[in-house]
């Protein structure tokens, strides 16, 4: 046995290793394309071709005076607020009744976590999430200490008395968690959308994502399709920075 | 076979400071414990002999070898027990006490003489072939303590290893881990937030405050001799009674300290006797079998009835009524009484 | 009184979440007149056989289709991510979690971030990339992209979930006499099984559901994965194939629903762990 710490016992050596390839990953494959991205937002790049202008704020200016942008942006905007929205009502209400115990639960949970299993392709955004959040909501119920629960009866408080002022401040949290998720999920999913309707008719139902697929893929235009993605980024960064907030102010005794 | 020292040591975890400058000397095959409630920096302290947390600055020695730095857990020579035991929940019991000695390669054929030699010491040997989750608080206790005594440690280091136990439990279990102790004379470090296990256990109590040790003695002197207000009221139960003097004869701003169980009837005392008489407005008496508490307060000639609640606890050999609500004549042999200084809290010559 | 309100709701649930799936199911064994047939003849009772079920679309699906190849590939890819990302985010993770200390907190949360860059903004220049390392229209493409949806978000999956891993069996190993290393190698994979699990479940998801960088890279029918050729095929133009697309739906999800309920539990302690204790 050796007296003294070898590199074996060092934490921050071990530490530093484990996580390098991890952090390579991330920085090579994230984290330089990110910083690709933006600079050919400003660039007048197109696929196939390897010339690289400057075209300064030009993509930026292109998209803001497009009206079929502007549509777009509307739509996103909707679809996520709005499904979000639904889903974290239904979600809570939802776990509500599978916190209870009666018969065929088993086989309710079953039912309810399927649409989780169904290729993206195929079903509307809220379907898809809400067996996702309503689990998440579920765990979060059951990290509320039963005492106080408990304490809520006994006090005497009723059914929506318990959800309203105890169960979902509580909650909040965790709520805030699947939400965050489900932002993410929802605003930058393209499957949805491109397979059900392409974007059509006549460009009316494009969201964000499928605009750039469209304009920067199928278009070619590179700089105008990273442009309008980027445009996703400070919302939801925004979204994440306040879920998390929400999230660790808000902790209760989730343990 | 080795002692502890440990010099200046401190560990600072950003603005708080768990361990704050603790200087300790434990010798070899003592018995020591630390005691203190949570955050009194004993667990750090424990974790950091045991080269868990690194010192933030001071030095602790091993025997002859100095280990703060530079030396892993693993070569220290040690063995801890943790309050939930940390038995390899995948492991068989007989494979979590092999550990240890598959970790230094022994043979074989050492090991598995090893493990029976201590699962018999334990009477744990029926349990070799099942897991830990199989087994009762009692016995994964017994199955930690095994495995620590494989490794023939120089030090053992013990983390609150009753806490998890049932109280009936608790008492047997102390005794077992004493007779061992005693046995196997290995220098041993107790953590433990209990005075009773403290006591029981103990050849010396080191007891800590916020980082800081408030005293270090025999059970004995930590209990009869409190080096100040903090450990007269943490050590004993009920604790001490603190009282302001107002006694003409002592330095100003005296507290007077008495154990509950020397608070008694004046009439229990003979008349040879040298006691402090003092008038005792009865409150409410707590009939426990063995015992009789008797909350109330002091009342001094010439003031109002004092606000801080008094405890004297009556054995149940003494029979005489009484009567809640009225004022009785109580008494405390001088001998028995402590003097502290109200404004540092520090014990101080009569 | 109540447990009939709780059943009525649980019911409402099971429909809401439950109905287009029988809807799927029965769409996959209808005959194509009693699928088509609803929209001209108001009368016809859209969800019951009104004629005899039909393995038609279930033998267009495997017959006409590469469905079989896709779930192969698919089955390829996701192997291959969940390796990658098992071997990347689980020692990531456990340093995060264990080994580097203060730093460790917002480096969790830097990684974390990533997640949130959406794909949109990244298939531009991974298209180059790919091109680059000549991984255009190869399984190979997707391998290499997919870990960076699915390495940041499980090492900080499994970050939270050792979080709620006490230390102390860790601490205990390196008392009983093994180094730092050995204790991570020899002790800690046993505890992190769940938490690796749940990586697993979670490469299975995405990589069954991912479209967008499948749609970018992949252009032949024989290297499409279930997620991209199943719509490809089976959309033509506006005419779908309901009936096999349901099918294809059907044969997918029923296992991995099946998964997701064994692993259920774990999943959601890794994931909120993750989340509030982050």
């Not at chain 3, 192997?79 to 993770?93: D, E, H, K, R, W």
């Amino acid at each position: 046995m050796t007296a003294h710490r070898t590199l074996a016992d060092r934490e921050d050596v071990l530490g530093a290793l484990m996580l390098a390839p991890a952090l390579a990953y991330v920085i090579l494959l994230v984290g330089v394309p990110f910083g690709f991205a933006i600079l050919l937002s400003f660039s007048d790049a197109t696929a196939g071709s390897l010339h690289f202008g400057w075209a300064g704020l030009r993509n930026y200016a292109a998209i803001l005076g497009d009206p079929i942008f502007l549509r777009a942006l509307k739509n996103s905007a909707i679809v996520t607020v709005g499904s979000q929205l639904l889903v974290v009502i239904i979600a809570t209400a939802a776990a509500q009744v599978l916190r209870a115990t009666f018969r065929g639960k088993r086989l309710a949970r079953f039912v309810l976590l399927l649409p989780w299993a169904v290729p993206v392709s195929l079903i509307v955004q809220a379907w898809r999430i809400f067996p996702f959040a309503t689990v998440i909501v579920l765990a979060g119920l059951s990290s509320i200490p039963q005492e106080i629960v408990e304490a809520a009866i006994v006090d005497g408080a009723g059914f929506w008395r318990r959800l309203f002022q105890v169960e979902l401040p509580l909650l909040l949290p965790v709520v805030a968690v699947a939400v965050l998720f489900g932002v993410v999920y929802t605003a930058t999913d393209l499957g949805v959308v491109y397979i059900l309707t392409g974007g059509g008719p006549a460009n009316t139902t494009h969201v964000l994502p499928t605009l750039a697929f469209q304009r920067g893929i199928l278009g070619a235009d590179l700089g105008q399709g990273a442009a309008i993605a980027v445009f996703l980024l400070p919302f939801l960064v925004v979204v994440a920075v306040a879920m998390l907030r929400l999230a660790r102010h808000t902790e209760v005794g989730a343990r | 076979m080795a002692g502890i020292e440990i010099r200046n040591l401190r560990k600072h975890f950003g603005d708080l400071h768990a361990v704050d400058g603790v200087t300790l000397s434990i010798h070899d095959g003592e018995f020591l414990v630390l005691l203190g409630s949570s955050g009194s920096g004993k667990t750090t302290l424990l974790r950091m002999i045991a080269g868990l947390e690194r010192p933030t600055s001071g030095e602790i020695h091993i025997g002859d070898q100095r280990v703060d730095g530079d030396v892993p857990p693993r070569a220290r020579g040690i063995a801890m027990v943790f309050q939930s035991y940390a038995l390899y929940p995948h492991r068989t019991v007989f494979q979590n006490i092999a550990f240890p000695l598959e970790a230094s390669r022994t043979p074989r054929k050492q090991i598995e003489e090893k493990v029976r030699w201590a699962a018999e010491l334990f009477s744990i040997s029926r349990y070799l072939d099942r897991y830990p989750r199989q087994l009762s608080g009692g016995e994964r206790q017994r199955v930690a303590l095994c495995r620590a005594l494989v490794r023939d440690p120089k030090v053992f280091l013990l983390d609150e290893p009753l806490a998890n136990l049932d109280a009936k439990l608790r008492n047997t279990a102390r005794d077992d881990l004493k007779r061992f102790q005693r046995r196997i004379k290995t220098t041993t470090v107790y953590v433990t937030h209990d005075q009773v296990e403290a006591m029981g256990l103990g050849d010396r109590i080191v007891v800590m405050e916020r980082g800081k040790v408030r005293q270090i003695g025999t059970p004995q002197e930590v209990y009869e001799e409190p080096v100040d207000t903090f450990v007269a009221t943490f050590v004993g139960q009920p604790p001490m009674n603190l009282l302001e003097a107002r006694d003409p004869a002592l330095p100003g701003r005296t507290l007077l300290g008495f154990r509950p169980e020397h608070f008694l009837p004046k009439g229990v005392f003979g008349p040879s006797d040298d006691t402090r008489p003092f008038r005792f407005a009865v409150r409410r008496v707590e009939y426990l079998g063995s015992d009789r508490y008797v909350y109330g307060s002091v009342v001094e000639a010439g003031a109002a009835p004092g606000e801080v609640t008094i405890i004297a606890k009556l054995p149940a050999t003494i029979a005489l009524p009484i009567p809640e609500g009225e004022t009785h004549e109580f008494a405390v042999p001088r001998r028995a009484l402590r003097y502290f200084d109200a404004d540092t809290g520090l014990k101080r010559a009569p | 009184m109540k447990r009939v309100a709780l059943y009525a709701a649980a019911l409402g649930f099971v429909v809401f979440a439950g109905f287009p799936f029988y809807w799927m199911l029965i769409t996959a064994f209808k005959q194509n007149r009693d699928l088509y047939v609803g929209a001209s003849v108001t009368s016809h009772v859209p969800w019951i056989f009104n004629d005899p079920p039909t393995l038609d679309h279930v033998k267009l699906l495997f017959g006409q289709t590469d469905f079989p190849r896709w779930v192969l590939n698919t089955l390829v890819v996701v192997v291959a991510v969940a390796v990658i990302t098992v071997a990347v985010a689980v020692p990531a993770g456990y340093s995060l979690a264990r080994l580097v200390g203060r730093w460790g907190e917002g480096l969790g949360m830097g990684i974390f971030f990533t997640y949130l860059i959406p794909p949109t903004l990244l298939f531009v220049p991974f298209s180059r990339l790919v091109s680059l390392l000549g991984l255009q229209d190869s399984l190979g493409a997707l391998i290499l992209i997919y870990p960076t949806i699915t390495i940041p978000f499980c090492t900080w999956l499994v970050m939270g979930f050792l979080r709620s891993v006490p230390w102390d069996i860790e601490e205990q190993a390196m008392i009983d006499g093994y180094s730092r290393l050995a204790v991570i190698l020899k002790v800690a994979p046993r505890l992190i099984v769940p938490g690796i699990l749940t990586v697993v479940v979670f490469t299975f998801t995405l990589v069954l559901q991912e479209f967008v960088y499948a749609l970018t890279f992949i252009s032949s029918v024989d290297k499409m994965t279930v997620s991209l050729g199943v719509p490809i095929a089976l959309v033509r133009g506006d005419v779908y194939h309901w009936g096999a697309l349901m099918a294809a739906a059907l044969f997918t999800s029923i296992p991995l629903a099946i998964v997701y309920n064994a692993f259920m539990d774990r999943f959601i302690q890794g994931f909120t762990m993750g989340a509030v204790k982050g």
